[in-house]
């Protein structure tokens, strides 16, 4: 089990970029999260579950981030917190069968004014 | 001036408005808008993973079409601009990224960034001038409390965008400046609308959008201004207990520009 849980980890810094070790928990990237009241874990303990080793959790439950990049662009250490739940998304959704979004779900969520551009990027978050 | 120009695949369908008024008011601005021929969707959504290949193969594309043309690259939808100007950026500076994808479409020449990717504001901005917009305006908003509606995606992350100051810009307030309105500050302008969220949780979105439109009502916006047809939509949606209108900022531009009615009926010939 420990070596899986290594083996996310190790994925996730790989797909994401991020070096979690340069932050020094500031709390900023949360303080500025239009959706941290949303979140079971929020933009700060992205960064330290994942550099705990504890990607699990953060597997089950990471749809609410709006890839807004706040977080990003107000880390003073660059360490861009909204990539690490990106790239967990896709350790999830890269999984067969485990798509968040289902193309037959789409027709029941339509309405006359919705723009393409909510279903086109709802799929490149949510779907592989 | 002639650009390239990548319309995006809302702009020909909910957000005809944002297109048509953009064209028009190029013509007027001695601006020719080339579409790029053969265009494929941006996706929406720039992909941050490193090891995301095939989702920025059709923004390469299309910088590789303005450049055959010799052309910069004109965008408009916020999604696009910050979409195809990211993978640019990966294009120019991520050496794996550019090496994958020249690998797969195994052009002639090697694409590696050499495409300028201007938003429509900043073309206004540098190519036109605020200045010269300003006296081709013809009806100008004058008294007009207006609210420019930045979101997300025009400013960040800034570093690649560099459009404007991610914290305070100002190139949407002097756009709104230069066509005779009086731009209104408010501190919600570049937070998120929650995007594309409203697919599965409507609530979240609602709250976000609320705190966007209360946040310009209480700094007296008459109405909201905005680049990006999402954010237009999620606005819009959440508007019941506000009711400020939310409008592309080309259709002020057209109005300035005194264009607007034929805009209208084109769009009624359509």
Known sequence: ?128 | MIFSYYPGCTLKTKAKDLDRYARMSAQVLGITLEELPAWQCCGAVYPMAKDEIVTKLSSVRALMSAKEQGNDLITLCSACHNVIKQVNNDMQNDRDIAGKINNYLNPDVEYHGETNVIHYLEMLRDKVGFDVLAQKVVHPLTGRKIAAYYGCMLLRPASVMQMDNPENPVIMENFIRAIGGDPVIYPYRNECCGGYVTLEDNALVGKNSVKVLASALENGAEMIVTACPLCLYNLGKNNAQHKVPVIYFTELLAEALGIKDRGEEENADA
Do not use: W
């Not at chain 1, 303990?45 to 807004?68: H, I, P, T, W």
């Open chain 1, 1 to 128: 089990m420990q070596t899986l849980k290594k083996k996310l980890t190790e994925q996730v810094l790989r797909t994401s970029g991020v070096n979690v070790r340069k932050c020094m928990r500031c709390g900023k990237c949360s303080g500025s999260c239009p959706s941290y009241d949303e979140m079971d874990y929020h933009p700060h303990q992205f960064v330290y579950m994942v550099e705990r080793g504890d990607v699990d959790a953060l597997m089950k439950s990471n749809y609410r981030c709006l890839s807004c990049m706040a977080c990003v662009e107000r880390c003073p250490r660059g360490v861009a917190p909204a990539k690490l739940i990106e790239a967990i998304r896709l350790m999830v959704v890269r999984q067969q069968g485990q798509n968040h979004l289902k193309a037959d779900q789409i027709p029941a969520l339509l309405d006359k004014d919705l723009p393409q551009q909510a279903i086109v990027s709802a799929f490149r978050k949510y779907s592989k």
